[in-house]
C-alpha cells in the first residue's frame, strides 16, 4: 500500500491558488518546494519499503520535511493580505 503525498496544495487546499502562483513567480518558493516534494518522496520510499520509525536517518528526514513545510506554510501565509 502506498503512502500518500504531502502535496503543499493537498494539505492547504485553501492556499492553492497562491502556491502555484509562488511556484510560477517566485523562484525561492519553487526552490524549497522542491527540496520539500523530494523529500516527502524519499521519506515515503523508507516508509513504504517497511523501515522502523525509530532510525535516525528516517527521523531526520521527518524533522527537515515538517521543517520546510512550515517555511513554505509561512511564506505562502505572508503574501496573503491579513484583515
Known sequence: MSIAAHELELDFPEYADTIKHLIRNDVEFKLDNDQYRKLDKQIRGLQDSGIGTDD??????????AYLKQHLYNRITDVIPHH
Open 56 to 65: 535516525d536517518h528516517y527521523s531526520r528526514l521527518k524533522k527537515q520535511r
